[in-house]
């Protein structure tokens, strides 16, 4: 698989259209726990101007907000993030990037429709806030590969103990990124597709990428 994204390829207005040989769009997700990267991730490598949708959840919000004592506040705001990355000649990824609370149940029902697999972003020095999001991951039955986020001054340990630390299996794959670097952000979503490629029908992404 020889992936060059289509940002290295062209620049400036051309990169706004997708070519015309691409023949799959792919949804991924790109999810984890409040400030681990997700939108920094997204708006690093997405070739259209990343996309911040604000979103109202009353009645999700209100199960579980406190809001005894906030004046106003009736309302909780979850932000989206969404972005393009063309990978191939042939295909194109989507990005969804969205927070992984438990409370957010209706956001990822529609979230995880259609999508094929998640990238889910850790960082060593929470790597236990990761579990809901990954059980969120697996209850819908989505495939995905965790990429370690590293934060300057992060503890920066082998890969066998973040492993065992996260409790993955032994196939899921498990990289480090940057994701205020676009190639090493790229390298880390390329991992997912080839694992995905991998795992999925001939007839989804394999005969594609
Ligand atoms: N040092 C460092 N800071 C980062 C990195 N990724 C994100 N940040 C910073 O961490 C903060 C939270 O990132 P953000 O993308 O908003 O997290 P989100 O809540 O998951 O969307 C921001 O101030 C980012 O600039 C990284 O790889 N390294
Ligand atoms: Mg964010």
Redesign the pocket.
Known sequence: MDFVPASERASGAEDLYLPRTVRTAVKILVV??????????V?SLSEIRPLRTEETMTQAGALVDDLAGIDGKTTTTV?M?FGRLTLSESLVLYLF?A?GQQRFTRLWQDMTQGALGALV?ADTRRLEQSFEVMGLLEEHGLPYAVAV????GAPVHPEEEIREALDLLPETPLVT?????RASSTRALITLVEYLSKRTAPETVQEYV
């Not at 984890?32 to 991730?41: D, S």
């Not at 986020?149 to 300057?152: E, G, R, S, T, V």
């Open positions: 984890g726990h409040f400030a681990v990267g997700k939108t920094t991730f708006g932000a993030d990037g927070p972003l986020n590293h934060f300057d990124c940057d994701a205020r670097d």
